[in-house]
């Protein structure tokens, strides 16, 4: 069996529907089933066994000997909550939880981080181990996932085989729960689709323009591959940069989304919000050389191919993966 935590969410039911298309079945997905706008992203799927996350670990105690591998990605990624207390539950201490179940019964595991845990980027965006003590997120959500991350460096005891992949800017299919949190992308095309034009954040930095701001955009396909890698790899255990390896501008994106949808641009600017200004990361770009080095050689979807597919075969359709 292979458990995928926060599988009714974004990313996790895309590795899901990978997993069965690699004729992976056996497959138990653990999450909290009450949120009723996620139930499409896991309907038709083959799955094992539903989980409640309140009782993984007991189910974990009662079935350790058949489950295979973890993939941990269950996790609160709401960069705009400030209540600590709610990442340390979710997203530190029950990663601990999983960590060391993961020992006890030695189970290799692969776990979800965020570029988030760099902060402005003052460190740049090398995933060099020895740096992760020394970076300083800029919201409670990042300072959750570099704090386990230093845990996990800091435990003597450690699963024969782990990974923590330090997600960028993931969008793609399976997103349509998240609301805000959702890529730029999925903003975007429901702007175009409604009023046939969309806004941007304003630049409020000397040395970016208007839509110049640059993030490592990465689609959902790739990311899902760079787990099914590491599932078969099982060797080079670390923490792992999970970008596409080239920062893009928003406009570049939006104008793409224009594109994939047939329509020409028509694309405006509004004031980043106040709250968030303080803390905007005005560009990013994973430096993948790390994982390129371990083996993985697959090229990454370039945002104009990645973008379209999104666009045309899930959006315009209303599809999920």
């Not at 997993?19 to 653990?30: Q, S």
């Not at 965006?125 to 992760?132: G, S, V």
Request: proline share 3%; with cysteine; hydrophobic share 40%.
């Amino acid at each position: 069996m292979i458990v995928v935590t926060g599988a009714a969410g974004f990313i996790a039911s895309c590795l899901v529907s990978r997993l069965n298309a690699a004729n992976f079945n056996d497959i138990v997905v653990v999450d909290n089933f009450s949120v009723a706008k996620k139930e499409g992203n896991l309907k038709g799927k083959r799955i094992k066994e539903y989980v409640d996350r309140d009782g993984f670990f007991e189910w974990l105690d009662e079935n350790y000997e058949e489950v295979e591998f973890i993939f941990h990605l269950g996790a609160r990624t709401d960069t705009t909550e400030f209540n600590k207390d709610v990442f340390d539950l979710l997203n530190l201490n029950y990663s601990k939880q999983v960590w060391n179940a993961c020992c006890e019964y030695q189970i290799p595991l692969v776990y979800a981080s965020s570029a988030a845990t760099y902060g402005s980027g003052t460190l740049g965006y090398d995933d060099e181990e020895a740096t992760i003590p020394l970076l300083k997120p800029l919201n409670p959500y990042g300072d959750s996932k570099n704090d386990f991350d230093i845990w996990a460096l800091e435990q003597t005891a450690k699963p024969f085989f782990w990974a923590g992949l330090k997600f960028f800017n993931v969008y793609g299919p399976n997103e349509y729960h998240k609301g805000k949190m959702a890529s730029v992308i999925f903003h975007a095309y429901n702007q175009i689709k409604e009023k046939g034009s969309m806004k941007l954040f304003r630049s409020h930095h000397p040395d970016f323009a208007d839509g110049e701001q640059m993030r490592d955009f990465v689609y959902v396909k790739d990311v899902v591959e760079v787990c099914m890698f590491l599932m078969q790899h099982r060797k080079n255990s670390g923490i792992y940069n999970l970008g596409s390896g080239k920062a893009r501008t928003f406009m570049a994106l939006a104008l793409n989304t224009f594109d994939a949808m047939g329509i020409e641009p028509n694309i405006d600017f509004m004031d980043t919000p106040e709250n968030l200004r303080d803390n905007y990361q005005y560009f990013t770009e994973a430096n993948m050389s790390k994982l390129r080095s371990i083996g993985y050689n697959r090229e990454f979807y370039t945002l104009e191919d990645g973008v379209k597919d999104y666009v045309q075969n899930y959006l315009m359709e209303g599809k999920y993966y």
